[in-house]
């Protein structure tokens, strides 16, 4: 073995107890989750046991960390991942005096979306059925909006929340004045 393999080995069992332990998971927690025995981890995360790469996928996956980025020698800098706000990316004009920036990664569309609504005053953000099952759950964070979803009609003022379906038509209007929202898509 090259002297970077051993390195990696020796620094696995103290990456997966420390990814266990970042995520409040006990050993019995961990075993139920990725299906190894409490033993077999606790061997491993003290380094008296080697994975197989079945046992360390299990592992890796039940954690929901990289498999690769475990067992990679290199530091990590940081977990963060910071886009500035000029960063976002935009969609404007959608729908009638609408600016949407998308605060969810791209991965998550069509599964857990997140956006950042802003309506000028008159505008609306009228919305086609999405996917069987789809909600939405919009909070109002400035302004007042008239929120519909199918055949009911609601006016939220600022803090308010809604939770609704949104697999029938729905439209967020800003509602005597402009209005800023977030916005949270969760598809079933």
Known sequence: MTESSDTMLTQL???LKQARL???????????LSGVS?????????GESSPTIATLWNLTRALQVDFAGLLDSAP????????RAQDVPAINNLGSGCRIRILSPPEEAGRHEVYDLYI??????????????AR???????GRVSLTSGDSAQVLNTSDT??????????????EGPARA????HYA
Do not use: W
Request: glycine share 8%; hydrophobic share 45%; net charge negative.
């Open 13 to 15: 069992p103290a990456r």
């Open 22 to 32: 970042g995520q409040g998971l006990s050993l019995e927690a961990i075993a139920k």
């Open 38 to 46: 409490r033993s077999m981890v606790s061997q491993i995360e003290r």
């Open 76 to 83: 990590q800098v940081s977990r963060i991942e910071l886009l």
């Open 120 to 133: 000028a005053d008159g505008g609306a953000l009228d919305s086609q059925p999405h996917a069987r099952g």
């Open 136 to 142: 939405e759950h919009l909070t109002v964070i400035e």
């Open 162 to 175: 809604a939770r609704y379906p949104a697999d029938v038509n729905h439209c967020i209007a800003a509602h």
């Open 182 to 185: 977030f916005l949270v898509v």
